[in-house]
């Protein structure tokens, strides 16, 4: 139910908008998570827009509509890794989108 | 820290308890989950068990997996039968605030079901 595009490129030092698509999507509570390979995910943006402690700054999220986007800034080598959103859905069912494969290049 | 154990190779229509260890945190005090992924796929929620022990499933599992927990011991588990093969993935054990709005902010490094 929430859709991500499958991978997005981006050059070091650029901003770059990953986004995550779901009916009503604005109504709802988005997280979004970094997992590079091999490792399990890491929670980088809650309720939207909140960074947990040990995030840097660069990593900013909005949510409106039916879009939730995860911003990074100042992209570097390390961002580079599978970034997936997370909400509920109509049955309360935690739902994770498909992910999206961040290039760094 | 969280590490989960008991994934292995079963056949089809069998059973497998994985279990998930908790440390460093007063683990009474959160929500826990399970999240497993397929190999090159994508992420999915499977269960979830509150604080006070309050089940919650995907609706594909429900009725042959069984979360429970035991506070005493820091520890979750979860108790798999009539096993298929789209449940071959890693099993992640995961945790969060009561309000699961604040996300999932740990993880262990999961344990490997294959069903076949």
């Known amino acids: 139910e929430l859709t991500q595009p499958p991978s997005v490129s981006v050059s070091p030092g650029q901003t770059v908008g990953l986004t995550c698509s779901g009916p009503?999507?604005?109504?709802?509570?988005v997280c979004w998570y970094r997992q590079r390979p091999g490792q399990p995910p890491t929670l980088v943006i809650y309720?939207?827009?909140k960074r947990p402690s040990g995030i840097p700054e660069r990593f900013s999220g909005s949510n409106s509509g039916n879009t939730a986007t995860l911003t990074i800034s100042g992209t570097q080598a390390l961002d580079e890794a599978d970034y997936y959103c997370q909400a509920w859905d109509i049955n309360n069912v935690v739902v994770f989108g498909g992910g999206t494969k961040l290039t760094v290049l | 820290q969280m590490v989960e154990s008991g994934g292995g190779l079963v056949q089809p229509g069998g059973s497998l308890r994985l279990s998930c260890s908790g440390s460093?945190?007063?683990?009474?005090?959160?929500?826990m989950h399970w999240v497993r992924q397929t190999t090159g796929k994508g992420l999915e929620w499977v269960s979830a068990i509150g604080s006070a022990g309050d089940p919650y499933y995907r609706p594909s599992v429900k009725g042959r997996f069984t979360i429970s927990r035991e506070n005493a011991k820091n520890s979750l588990h979860l108790q798999m039968s009539s096993l298929r093969d789209g449940d071959t993935a890693v099993y992640y054990c995961?945790?969060?605030?009561?309000?699961?709005?604040?996300?999932?902010?740990?993880w262990g490094q999961g344990t490997t079901v294959t069903v076949s």
């Open positions: 460093g945190f007063t683990f009474s005090n959160y929500d």
């Open positions: 009503d999507l604005g109504e709802r509570s």
């Open positions: 309720r939207d827009d």
């Open positions: 995961a945790r969060s605030a009561v309000n699961w709005n604040d996300g999932f902010d740990v």
